[in-house]
């Protein structure tokens, strides 16, 4: 049983090169783009603050982070400041 612990959880994952995460981005609507955009300059945020900060409605964000999860270009985990919350990050 390990029991480490990982700062980073993009860490883990796979990362895509450039050409390979602007194709996949260019198959999706604008506000996955606008949601993506903002990830870049500010993770990991919650679907709240992506909302804010996007200026775009909680069931836009929401449909966008499904659209980017769904081509595996964003990820999510629990927020350490509050648990009952998830952050998203991009998974470059």
Excluded: H, I
């Amino acid at each position: 049983m390990s029991t480490s612990t990982v700062d980073d959880p993009s860490a883990t994952e796979e990362l895509l090169s450039e050409t390979e995460y602007r194709d996949r981005l260019r198959e999706l609507p604008p506000s996955a783009k606008l949601v993506a955009k903002v990830l870049e300059s500010d993770a990991p945020l919650s679907q709240g603050q992506l909302a804010e900060e996007s200026l775009l409605p909680d069931r836009t964000v929401r449909y966008a982070l499904n659209r980017l999860e769904d081509v595996d270009l964003v990820g999510s985990r629990y927020s350490f400041r509050d648990a009952r919350k998830q952050v998203y990050y991009l998974l470059r």
